[in-house]
């Protein structure tokens, strides 16, 4: 009996002792970080698909094709931005459908014309090859979401336009604008829609929001008088365009010569 | 007197079993996986890069990309799926449907959450509002204010996931979008210093709220070598502090693997990215230890 009590005595602390383990590895205790591990998965050709994924994704992607792939006009020949030193039959197009297109808009929005429209040639980004004209093909000139702009301007920076083109050596497209390369290398004979430039004169240049905002270095178009957003997308722009018409024109007038 | 001593034998008795119990939880269970899994700037790349692809032949792809996803799930089921943002714009998918196919695979694909990139603004505030029900996962950013915005309450500023007892805080961090992104698009969005933010969400997901892991989705992009001074996910690092992974995106920027950098207490923290596109999936696998002895060992860091 007294062994027993002995032993109760030891069991009592016992107790106490396993229920205050127990508390303290109870209480809330963050884990410890002790590895990690990075790496990077391919996401290849021998990656295995998910069947589920693919029939969700069928009916989004058939109903784009049949849209992108519908015929809406026809070209009869290749027009190629690598062909012209000073400017390309796909330059000319576009530029000159942005002008024609751009100035329904302003004039309906701000009762002004558009004079010149000048983009870059890095902007197109593909052919249109002879044949059926698709919504595709907009999409493959044109992928960037740019939006088309028109800037108010002065003589001086039409004279900057025309350095600059000079400068770079590209063909940009360009429409509503003419003019000659003297052999000094300086513009002369600078025809707009035709007139001589006008130093009193606001001059509406339209143009993509990208360089616009200075992008391939077009600093000038930064001194604008004015700035208006005609919010219509220059891939749209084309597609308005090859949707009105059953010919795509090949445009091959000399805009800028050399002396 | 026999009444007492059964009551103190249960007592002890209950206690073992508690022992026992407190025991086995020290056992396998104690040694905590979790794998996190992000991808950044898909932007709408759904289908892979077709076959004659000048740059990237025959890559990316969602449904490939859900396979993946799939098998990791299966090896180990305690996954954190996130994106850094951009989710939008760059197919004719998004043109024709405004991002509704992308937030529905993403929501197929189990995604956790998203941040938003500056790219999620192209058709504007109301074109994302107006793809949200198609998102089941979480859109966090901490930095971007959308009080006055039909988004106002769609965006949490963070979001503990607690996985499988891990507590992990994720926040998020946007880029400056005067003059990345048209007004008309953003509206009344406010953006606010991203690393005063910061402050404020570490402060409150590691001290307060005792996270095991904080991660932060950021859109600021990975590093500007012409403009030092912007502030980009290394710069980021080094300014903040309690922060255990930034996951990035906006630069597109390939890695050969996470980078290592110091932050402002000197701790490591892992800056990762991973390309475009969909190209690839990024894996980080972080593992926990209950055990008293490991407090304060190093982590090691293999990558």
Redesign the interface.
Same mark, same amino acid.
């Not at chain 2, 969909?278 to 055990?291: E, M, P, Q, S």
């Given at each position: 009996m007294v062994k027993l009590k002995k032993y109760n005595r030891f069991l009592k602390l016992f107790v106490i002792f396993l229920t205050l383990t127990t508390i303290f590895s109870c209480s809330p205790k963050n884990y410890n970080l002790t590895k990690i591990e990075g790496k990077q998965i391919p996401v290849a050709e021998n990656s295995a698909q998910t069947p589920e994924i693919e029939k969700f994704i069928k009916p989004y992607r058939d109903h784009i094709n049949k849209d992108l792939d519908s015929v809406l006009a026809y070209c009869p020949e290749t027009l190629d931005k690598s062909t012209g030193k000073w400017q390309t039959s796909i330059g000319n197009l576009l530029a000159d459908v942005c002008l024609e297109r751009g100035n329904k808009v302003f004039k309906t929005r701000e009762n002004k014309s558009i004079d010149i429209c000048f983009l870059n040639h890095g902007g197109i980004r593909a052919i249109l090859p002879k044949g059926n004209v698709t919504t595709r093909s907009a999409f493959e000139i044109m992928p960037f979401e740019n939006n088309m702009v028109v800037l108010a301007l002065k003589e001086e920076q039409i004279l900057e336009i025309t350095s600059y083109i000079i400068r770079e050596k590209k063909p940009h497209p360009l429409s509503g604008m003419t003019f000659t390369i003297a052999k000094d290398n300086t513009a002369k004979n600078i025809l707009i829609k035709g007139k001589p430039l006008d130093v009193n004169k606001t001059y509406y240049v339209a143009t993509n929001d990208y360089l616009a905002n200075g992008g391939d270095n077009m600093s000038f178009f930064a001194k604008n008088i004015q700035k208006y957003d005609l919010n219509y997308k220059l891939r749209n722009v084309l597609i308005d365009y090859f949707k009105e018409v059953d010919t795509i024109p090949v445009t091959k007038d000399i805009r800028i010569t050399e002396e | 007197m026999k009444r007492r001593?059964f009551i =103190?034998?249960t007592? !002890?008795s209950t !206690?073992?079993l508690?022992?026992g119990l407190?025991l086995s939880s020290?056992g396998t269970d104690d040694i905590?996986h979790l794998t996190i899994l992000h991808t950044n700037d898909v932007h709408s790349h759904? *289908?892979?890069f077709p076959a004659d692809d000048p740059r990237n032949p025959?890559? /990316? /792809?969602?449904?490939?990309? !859900? !396979? +993946?996803i =799939?098998?990791i799930r299966r090896e180990n089921p305690n996954v954190l799926l996130l994106d850094a943002g951009d989710i939008f714009?760059g197919t004719?998918?998004f043109?024709?449907?405004g991002g509704e196919?992308e937030f529905? +695979?993403m929501s $197929? $694909?189990k995604y956790d959450a998203s941040t938003i990139g500056n790219h999620d603004f192209?058709n504007g505030l109301d074109g994302l509002y107006a793809q949200m029900p198609h998102a089941t996962f979480e859109f966090i950013n901490s930095n971007y204010d959308f009080k006055n915005t039909v988004m106002n309450g769609l965006v949490k500023p963070y979001k503990i996931f607690n996985k499988n007892? %891990?507590?992990v805080g994720v926040f998020g961090v946007g880029i400056e979008l005067q003059g990345l992104v048209?007004k008309q698009l953003y509206k009344e969005t406010v953006y606010n210093d991203p690393v005063e933010i910061a402050q404020d969400m570490t402060r409150l997901l590691k001290q307060e709220e005792?996270c *095991?892991?904080v991660i932060c989705l950021s859109h600021l992009g990975y590093k500007y070598k012409d403009e030092p001074s912007k502030i980009s996910d290394l710069k980021f690092a080094e300014l903040t502090q309690d922060i255990?992974l930034i996951i990035g995106g906006h630069t597109h920027t390939f +890695?050969d693997?996470?980078t290592i950098v110091k932050n402002k207490t000197g701790k490591e923290v +892992?800056v @990762?990215q991973?390309g475009c596109y969909? %190209? @690839?999936?990024?894996? %980080?696998?972080?593992?926990? *230890?209950?055990?008293k002895a490991?407090?304060n060992?190093a982590?090691? %860091?293999?990558?």
């Open positions: - | 001593e =103190e034998k007592a !002890a !206690a073992l508690s022992l407190s020290f905590k759904i *289908d892979p025959n890559k /990316g /792809g969602v449904s490939r990309r !859900a !396979a +993946l =799939e098998t714009q004719p998918y043109n024709y449907y196919l529905k +695979l $197929m $694909m192209d007892g %891990i507590k048209d005792k *095991d892991l255990d +890695l693997k996470p +892992l @990762n991973v969909g %190209i @690839n999936l990024g894996r %980080i696998d972080f593992y926990f *230890d209950k055990d490991h407090s060992q982590r090691s %860091i293999i990558v």
